[in-house]
T-cell receptor, first 110, second 115 residues
Framework: TQLLEQSPQFLSIQEGENLTVYCNSS?????LQWYRQEPGEGPVLLVT?????EVKKLKRLTFQFGDARKDSSLHITAAQPGDTGLYLC??????????FGTGTSLTVIP | KAGVTQTPRYLIKTRGQQVTLSCSPI?????VSWYQQTPGQGLQFLFE???????NKGNFPGRFSGRQFSNSRSEMNVSTLELGDSALYLC??????????????FGQGTRLTVV
């Protein structure tokens, strides 16, 4: 069983469209991270959120941590082909063990 | 500063063999974690080492083992390989950031194929 469920699992959109990816859990995490992974490469850390209700922006990407620290969302504005990749959320407790979500595979078509 | 380095990048082994994968963390990082990534199961935590001691262990059989050396480099070993062990094995080194939160930095992974 997965502690973190991501939706949608697959997403294919046209360049310029907006999208939102969701990461949901029944567990409370001390922190939540979002990663992007390209084929044949390791995941690259995008952001860490730690406070319930926290919102962080990274250029066209907006990350939100739920008030109860159980869920998170990633919103991309005006998607570009370079945004294509596998997006992973990861919940952390104390220590260095992270539980990864099921992943959302995003394809942005030029 | 160099990133996390994993060797080899690709490996093909036969069922029943054993394999050792290597990971060199970012300089100054003392924590190294290993993950298995497969299309069906996603990223699954294997174990974490800190200062040569295993601190956390995931739900994998005893065929999967690891160790960490005094220079923080880590190795992972899988014995009696099975077809289902075919996966991308990822190593991550981690450090607490300025806000006290742990951030993990991944290597490119080792793609293991068992035939």
């Amino acid at each position: 069983t997965q502690l973190l469920e991501q939706s949608p699992q697959f997403l294919s959109i046209q360049e310029g469209e907006n999208l939102t990816v969701y990461c949901n859990s029944s567990s409370v995490f001390s922190s939540l991270q979002w990663y992007r992974q390209e084929p044949g490469e390791g995941p690259v850390l995008l952001v860490t959120v730690v406070t319930g209700g926290e919102v962080k922006k990274l250029k066209r990407l907006t990350f939100q941590f739920g008030d109860a620290r159980k869920d998170s969302s990633l919103h991309i504005t005006a998607a570009q082909p370079g945004d294509t990749g596998l997006y992973l959320c990861a919940g952390g407790y104390t220590g260095n063990q992270f539980y990864f979500g099921t992943g959302t595979s995003l394809t942005v078509i030029p | 500063k160099a990133g996390v380095t994993q060797t080899p990048r690709y490996l093909i082994k036969t069922r029943g063999q054993q394999v050792t994968l290597s990971c060199s963390p970012i300089s100054g990082h003392r924590s190294v974690s290993w993950y298995q990534q497969t299309p069906g199961q996603g990223l699954q935590f294997l174990f974490e080492y800190f200062s040569e001691t295993q601190r956390n262990k995931g739900n994998f059989p005893g065929r999967f083992s690891g160790r960490q050396f005094s220079n923080s480099r880590s190795e992972m070993n899988v014995s009696t390989l099975e077809l289902g062990d075919s996966a991308l094995y990822l190593c991550a080194s981690s450090l607490k950031n300025g806000q006290g939160n742990t951030e993990a930095f991944f290597g490119q992974g080792t793609r293991l194929t068992v035939v």
